[in-house]
């Protein structure tokens, strides 16, 4: 039986060998075939599915959630509207994370404008003071 092993595959695919294991016990990939050695036998099916899988990660998609793209892209009955679906529900907690990222780098940046960032006792630094009592950081938070 022609195959790759599980070194040769990674490498193709530009990952650490372990981590087809991995991927394996989460069921993002198929168990491969055994030669009559025993040993696991890739084709090139399995790089292409390493490919996509890191390009969703790249994309921002959790291993859970690449697992269901995988099953659309297989599955019977499942149509671009589905992914389309998955795809917008990404992008609304994307766009999530980019407002709360937005609010910690205001709240920052009012803290470290209100430090003189002097030479004096921490006990009187308003970037602590904030963090212990809330203040500018809980806006941030929201």
Known sequence: MDGMTRGEVADKAGVNPETLRYYERKELIPKPPR?????????????DRLRFIQRAQELGFTLAEIKGLLEL?????????DVKAQAEEKLDEVETKIQDLKRIREALSTLADACAGGQGPTSDCPILDAMEEGG???????
């Open 35 to 47: 030669s009559d050695g025993g040993f696991r036998l890739y084709d090139e099916g399995y790089v």
């Open 73 to 81: 892209r297989v599955g019977e009955g499942a149509t671009c509207r």
């Open 136 to 142: 500018a950081l809980d806006d941030a938070f929201l």
